[in-house]
């Protein structure tokens, strides 16, 4: 299982990226960030690269209403080509809030549409890769995955795309419902289980604010988020708060500062994760990029050797 990061939080100045990036280039591991509402994830990475931290690089999760196909096709394999670095682009329907906010109405068949979303990018993403390398440049690798949540767009993973993203899930969930879903999907077409990168809140518990002030977010008040962690056992409701204290107690967070981390992390592994990135987002908002940073950085360094693998 590899240990890669999320820049949790949209950063204010391009700059404020850089401390993120140090860390996955040090480390040469993986450097993600989520949707970018002000924004745009590839320039922040072209910055990154060209400040001289390049690494492999992942979306996680754009939104597929943001940009056409065509257009992710052209950002990813641009980066690609540019950075000389692996890319990992996973998208997602977004919330419904988000389409009707966005895209004025609701999109009517999810799934369906996610899978002609990756098809599509695959063609295009192929169709770039051809013309690059027929001119003797090797442009590295570039997956394309889907968030997923639940079981149903689990199992359209397995039949389609080169991994699956998820958000929050605890590992039981993870091994009990996920996998077995891409298994499925994956078996009916006879191809390989993608790959499962999940991305999970951390934390250090001695700043003096407690847990689940550090991991409340608008995820946890999303009907799609909240159905997920009722199948994974959590006794959520519409209280947000109270929501945010009954995930900071379940194994889907992470302190880093615990004796039990080693296990919780063995965990992961043993439930069939093959990345796991670490979101330090709550810890950046309430102390700074210093302080988030310095968390991923002690987690990298006690424990990266034990599951690169």
């Known amino acids: 299982m590899k240990l890669s990061l999320i820049v949790g939080r949209a950063p204010d100045a391009p700059a404020d990226l850089l401390p993120f990036a140090e860390l996955a280039s040090g480390f040469e591991t993986t450097l993600w960030t989520g949707q970018a509402n002000l924004g745009s994830a590839a320039s922040m990475f072209a910055y990154a690269a060209g400040a001289g931290r390049s690494s492999a690089v992942g979306f996680s999760v754009a939104l597929?209403?943001?940009?056409?196909?065509?257009t992710a096709a052209l950002e990813v394999t641009a980066h690609a080509q540019m950075s000389r670095?692996?890319?990992?682009?996973?998208?997602?329907?977004g919330s419904i809030e988000y389409?009707?906010?966005w895209l004025?109405?609701?999109?009517?068949?999810?799934?369906?549409a996610t899978r002609l979303y990756v098809e599509e990018f695959r063609a295009h993403t192929d169709r770039l890769r051809m013309q690059i390398e027929s001119r003797g440049t090797?442009?590295?690798?570039?997956?394309i995955g889907v968030g997923v949540l639940r079981p149903a767009m689990a199992e359209m993973v397995g039949e389609t795309a080169d991994f699956a993203v998820t958000w929050l899930c605890p590992p039981k969930y993870l091994h009990d419902v996920v996998v077995p879903a891409m298994k499925r999907g994956a078996e009916r077409l006879g191809r390989p289980t993608p790959r499962l990168v999940a991305v999970n809140?951390?934390?250090?518990?001695?700043?003096?604010?407690?847990?689940?002030v550090l991991v409340e977010s608008p995820h946890l008040g999303m009907p799609h988020y909240l159905d997920m962690l009722r199948r994974a056992g959590l006794d959520v409701g519409d209280?947000?708060?109270?929501?945010?204290?009954?995930l900071a107690a379940s194994t889907a967070v992470l302190d880093a500062e615990s004796a039990r981390l080693s296990s919780l992390l063995k965990a992961y592994r043993s439930a069939g994760v093959d990345e796991l990135v670490l979101n330090t987002s709550?810890?950046?908002?309430?102390?700074?990029?210093?302080?988030?940073c310095g968390a991923v950085r002690a987690v990298l360094e006690q424990h990266q050797e034990d599951f690169d693998e």
Do not use: C, W
């Open 239 to 246: 209280d947000r708060r109270r929501n945010a204290e009954v």
């Open 282 to 292: 709550g810890m950046q908002a309430y102390f700074g990029t210093a302080a988030a």
């Open 201 to 212: 809140p951390l934390y250090e518990s001695g700043h003096g604010i407690p847990a689940n």
């Open 104 to 112: 004025g109405h609701r999109i009517r068949k999810p799934i369906q």
């Open 138 to 143: 090797h442009l590295p690798g570039i997956e």
């Open 99 to 101: 389409q009707e906010s």
């Open 64 to 70: 597929m209403g943001m940009r056409p196909a065509s």
């Open 85 to 93: 670095q692996p890319v990992a682009f996973g998208v997602g329907p």
